[in-house]
């Protein structure tokens, strides 16, 4: 009873993890789904038993848990603050992505960036300046 107890919460886990698509309920099943296996791997009396095939499934289980929590990560599209939106040519009239208005309606970050790239040109500067 103990053993279909602790794969039924590693079940409902699983299927959670990939219903709401959430990284971190992956570590959980993964403990669950080993707990299940060494648990079903001691109540093992023989060699192919249903409790070695259970300990055989959960760690497969574990195993693919594992992977899907690596699949089911996060991946930022946007870039940081400190990260390089320079074009490298020795055009005057360079455009960044976020640009869009006119001269007067830049941002802070943007104009930041321009000072930045120009000092980089004007220099030759290779290490990022901090500009806070």
Not at 96 to 108: A, N, S, V
């Amino acid at each position: 009873m103990l053993l279909f107890s602790i794969m039924f919460i590693a079940t409902v886990l699983t299927i959670t993890m990939f219903i709401c698509k959430t990284m971190l309920l992956g570590f959980p099943c993964v403990i669950f789904w080993g707990i299940a296996g060494g648990y079903a791997y001691t109540q093992s009396t023989a060699t192919w038993d249903i409790y070695y095939l259970l300990f055989f499934a959960s760690m497969g289980m574990a195993i693919f848990c594992s992977l899907a929590m690596y699949a089911l990560r996060t991946k930022k599209e946007e870039k940081a603050e400190g990260d390089e939106l320079i074009d490298e040519g020795a055009d005057k009239d360079v455009k960044f992505i976020d640009e869009g208005k006119e001269e007067e309606g830049i941002g802070r970050r943007t104009r930041a960036v321009r000072d930045r790239a120009a000092r980089r040109r004007k220099y030759g500067i290779k290490k990022p300046l901090r500009l806070d």
